[in-house]
């Protein structure tokens, strides 16, 4: 595969096959991703590979947090997301909810159906490995895009060996949990969760493609 066929066949996978994933190919896209550039190359992550009994221990601290009611006291370490939303970004926001929902056919005011599939999240969408990217809180807003090319590394890195994959910020309002089950250092932030493993093609949630613009619609070429 060459590097832009990687880049564009890259896309967020929300159903996995249950099929187990070697070791080799998750050694191989870490591999690759620890070539990921930089400031001053401090190389500020940290990878947690989750599997199994771990990853079932996470799923299950998580969802029995929304049972119990204790997930609603819990907060981001960080803001992902503006307060307020505002154009053009609503838009193509609230364009990838409304495909998707549409293509599970769960309808606008069916909240029960969009909280149970939003909770496919903390199931890692069925996949049979889970990541959890981590950086210490210290460092400044910068880090974050070393952190965010290296997380873009690992996505693409999936495609050279066959997988998908789908980044998951919604991982990190329960970062008290996962560093609990992680046993995070003093100061470690999670920044970001991903799910990897084969693609489930049969889901209706995997049709979903979403709208990119073309490169003229953000480039500014001068002379
Ligand atoms: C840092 C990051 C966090 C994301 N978090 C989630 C998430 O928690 N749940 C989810 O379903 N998708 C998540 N996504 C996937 C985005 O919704 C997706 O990248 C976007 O809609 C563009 O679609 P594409 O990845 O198929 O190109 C995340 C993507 C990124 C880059």
């Known amino acids: 595969m060459n590097v832009k066929e990687a880049f564009v066949s890259r896309r967020s996978v929300r159903r ?3 099929d187990s994933v070697s070791k080799e190919k998750i050694e191989n896209i870490l591999e690759g991703a620890a070539f990921a550039p930089s400031g001053h190359n401090i190389q500020p992550w940290h990878v947690y590979v989750v599997q199994d009994q771990k990853k079932l221990s996470i ?27 505002f154009e053009p970004f609503v838009s193509r926001r609230r364009a990838v909810g409304f495909e998707l929902y ?38 400044a ?23 998908h994959s789908c980044g998951q910020v919604a991982f990190t309002k329960f970062h008290t ?32 493609r979403v709208e990119k613009l073309q490169y003229s619609d953000f480039t500014t070429f001068l002379s």
């Open 16 to 18: 996995f096959l249950p």
């Open 59 to 85: 799923t299950k601290s998580i969802i029995d947090s929304i049972k119990d009611g204790s997930s609603k006291n819990m907060k981001t370490e960080f803001d992902y997301y503006p307060t307020e939303w």
């Open 102 to 139: 549409k293509l599970l056919e769960i309808g606008r005011d069916d909240f029960e159906a969009r909280d149970k599939q939003m909770q496919e999240n903390f199931h890692f969408f069925g996949a049979p490995v889970g990541m959890f990217i981590t950086m210490d809180k210290r460092l």
């Open 141 to 163: 807003t910068g880090t974050f895009m070393d952190v965010g090319m290296f997380i873009q590394s690992i996505l693409v890195g999936a495609r050279g060996e066959g997988l």
């Open 177 to 208: 949990l996962i560093a609990e089950q992680l046993e995070f250092k003093e100061n470690e932030m999670l920044v970001c969760g991903v799910s990897i493993g084969y693609e489930d093609t049969s889901a209706p949630e995997n049709a979903l």
